[in-house]
Nanobody
Framework: QVQLVESGGGLVQAGGSLRLSCAASGRTFSSYVMGWFRQAPGKEREFVAAINWSGGSTYYADSMKGRFTISRDNAKNTAYLQMNSLKPEDTAVYYC???????????????????WGQGTQVTVSS
């Protein structure tokens, strides 16, 4: 089992950047596929990005490609989401999640993930 704690959210102006962190407990962090999702007010939770156990493979939602970068540091049990060129429509609660099993199988779907953090608020002002 793993516990996830997100941090790094906040208020930023459009065009700015933020880096979110997801700290994981436990000694098996490197075995998990890690993902980021977000949920805007009144909308369903949506997939942002995912990364395999080694960090060698990543996958992004189309609207985040080129602006967001997912990474991980297994020595620190931490996953990251670097967000650049932020837009007001990026305002949401951002969640990290951990999945067991093979990377690439349904990693864009919430049901694929076994563990979730509590979320961190990102607000982008225009």
């Amino acid at each position: 089992q793993v516990q996830l704690v997100e941090s790094g959210g906040g208020l930023v102006q459009a065009g700015g950047s933020l880096r979110l962190s997801c700290a994981a407990s436990g000694r098996t962090f490197s075995s998990y596929v890690m993902g980021w999702f977000r949920q805007a007010p009144g909308k369903e939770r949506e997939f942002v990005a995912a990364i395999n156990w080694s960090g060698g493979s990543t996958y992004y939602a189309d609207s985040m490609k080129g602006r967001f970068t997912i990474s991980r540091d297994n020595a620190k049990n931490t996953a990251y989401l670097q967000m650049n060129s932020l837009k007001p429509e990026d305002t949401a609660v951002y969640y990290c999640a951990a999945a067991t099993g093979l990377y690439g199988v349904g990693i864009q779907f919430q049901g694929r993930y076994d563990y979730w953090g509590q979320g961190t608020q990102v607000t982008v002002s225009s």
